[in-house]
């Protein structure tokens, strides 16, 4: 259960992959949007499909928008992880 946000809070949650082309941070694919609840077990997830076999740095991003309640504009960003797999 999350501490931090009263029971009942509805959060819009964006997730983007990222690619790293030439040391610049690239989006890759359409961005996924979930309206999630807190104290709710629910997730959501954001995949592509690889079109070569070639090492490439990615990474995520996150963006969660509070429903009603003022929040900041900042994004989470995963670590970065090098994988056998170019879009």
Excluded: E, F
Excluded at 4 to 13: E, I, L, S
Excluded at 31 to 38: M, Q, V
Excluded at 52 to 59: A, F, I, L, Q
């Amino acid at each position: 259960m999350n501490v931090d946000c009263p029971r009942g809070v509805k959060a819009v949650v964006t997730l983007q992959l990222q690619v790293k082309i030439q040391n610049k941070w690239k989006n890759r694919g359409d961005p996924k949007k979930r309206a999630l609840k807190s104290g709710r077990s629910k997730s959501t997830n954001v995949r592509l499909k690889c079109h070569s076999h070639r090492n490439t740095v990615w990474r995520g991003m996150v963006d969660v928008d509070l429903i009603g309640m003022p929040d900041t504009p900042k994004k989470g960003y995963g670590y970065s992880t090098k994988i056998p797999c170019r879009r």
